[in-house]
């Protein structure tokens, strides 16, 4: 900031229309008095100002080193919820073959005490609830389809 001293500036002692004293040996000093005072003025401004810059930088260290932990926490975060799905979708396998076992074991034991008609009953029944939910699945899939174009 390279200024020119201004006799107009505040902290001069001078106001807008006064008259500027005449040119002698007297006002010298007090023309060197204000010139110190405005350097010192300008030196705790740029004092202030390299404060507010130490500030900001701080302030964008922060906000970096916490978008840094965020990043982390997300990585982490989706991490688990990828071991949480698959885990859930071993679970519900397990359930699944573990129904159709039981299924097989009950068919294989009415077919075994001669009770086929009972055998061929629950096949049906197997068979009607299964492309049942074949088409009640496939129609929500397609319903989902139709309410997300963006997709």
Request: proline share 4%; glycine share 8%.
């Amino acid at each position: 900031m390279n200024q020119s001293p201004d006799n107009n500036a505040p902290g001069t002692g001078l106001q807008k229309g006064a008259s500027q004293p005449p040119s002698s040996s007297s006002s010298g000093p007090e023309e060197l008095d204000i010139l110190k005072e405005l350097v010192q003025l300008q030196r705790e401004q740029l004092a202030v100002r390299q404060e507010e810059i130490g500030v900001q930088r701080q302030q964008v260290e922060n906000a970096h080193q916490f978008a840094l932990k965020n990043l982390d926490a997300q990585v982490t975060d989706r991490g688990d919820a990828r071991k949480h799905n698959k885990t859930d979708r071993r679970d519900r396998l397990i359930f699944a073959g573990f129904v159709v076992l039981i299924l097989i074991a009950f068919i294989a034991a009415a077919m075994y005490m001669n009770q086929i008609d009972i055998a061929k009953e629950v096949v049906k029944a197997i068979i009607y609830l299964v492309a049942g939910g074949l088409g009640g699945y496939s129609y929500a899939s397609q319903k989902r389809r139709k309410e997300k174009p963006d997709a």
